[in-house]
T-cell receptor, first 112, second 113 residues
Framework: QKEVEQNSGPLSVPEGAIASLNCTYS??????FFWYRQYSGKSPELIMS????GDKEDGRFTAQLNKASQYVSLLIRDSQPSDSATYLC????????????FGTGTRLTVIP | SAVISQKPSRDICQRGTSLTIQCQVD?????MFWYRQQPGQSLTLIAT?????????ESGFVIDKFPISRPNLTFSTLTVSNMSPEDSSIYLC??????????FGPGTRLTVT
């Protein structure tokens, strides 16, 4: 079982719609969760972090965490063509490893 | 967040040669990491670069193939040794700041012919 799983997509949404990206993780003790955006040919850019159950909003982005279900999601409201990118979910593990474990990413396309 | 630069940004190398990639950070950081991202794939951690001591390598990566230096808290190098076409990849330097947040450099795109 992979540590972090994402639907690889591609996910296509029309401009102005809500894009919903999902991620599950295997280590129940994980404490820190991150979403990165990666444009084609660029390096990953941290866009959201979340540490406790519930929702965290930042502009058009909302991260949702449910530790009981080992599930973290990212909602993008009013999607724009500039949101078209691959979104990577990353999780640290309880074992105390200093690094993050990354999912394989979901490719999002926002259609004008 | 820290500003991270990498050199070179890209290179084309011949099989059997070595390439050293540099990572420079504009502020002191404790944790630095080297990742590899192969085409269409996610990120794979190669090693954690430890200041003043040997790097900590992940399973499948060895020091002879990927020697790492970390002479101070703002700089690290990764060498890809005795390269083969399978080493063609993007190599990314990353630093940890805050509570597990990691920030990435722009990457080095390596092609081995």
């Amino acid at each position: 079982q992979k540590e972090v799983e994402q639907n690889s997509g591609p996910l296509s949404v029309p401009e102005g719609a809500i894009a919903s990206l999902n991620c599950t993780y295997s280590d129940r003790g994980s404490q820190s969760f991150f979403w990165y955006r990666q444009y084609s040919g660029k390096s990953p850019e941290l866009i959201m972090s979340i540490y406790s159950n519930g929702d965290k909003e930042d502009g058009r982005f909302t991260a949702q965490l449910n530790k009981a279900s080992q599930y973290v999601s990212l909602l993008i409201r009013d999607s724009q063509p500039s949101d078209s990118a691959t979104y990577l979910c990353a999780v640290n593990q309880q074992t105390g490893a200093n690094n993050l474990f990354f999912g394989t990413g979901t490719r999002l396309t926002v259609i004008p | 967040s820290a500003v991270i630069s990498q050199k070179p940004s890209r290179d084309i190398c011949q099989r059997g040669t070595s390439l050293t990639i540099q990572c420079q950070v504009d502020s002191q950081v404790t944790m630095m990491f080297w990742y590899r991202q192969q085409p269409g794939q996610s990120l794979t951690l190669i090693a954690t670069a430890n200041q003043g001591s040997e790097a900590t390598y992940e399973s499948g990566f060895v020091i002879d193939k990927f020697p790492i230096s970390r002479p101070n808290l703002t700089f690290s190098t990764l060498t890809v040794s005795n390269m083969s076409p399978e080493d063609s990849s993007i190599y990314l330097c990353s630093v940890r700041q805050g509570y597990y947040e990691q920030y990435f450099g722009p990457g080095t795109r390596l092609t081995v012919t």
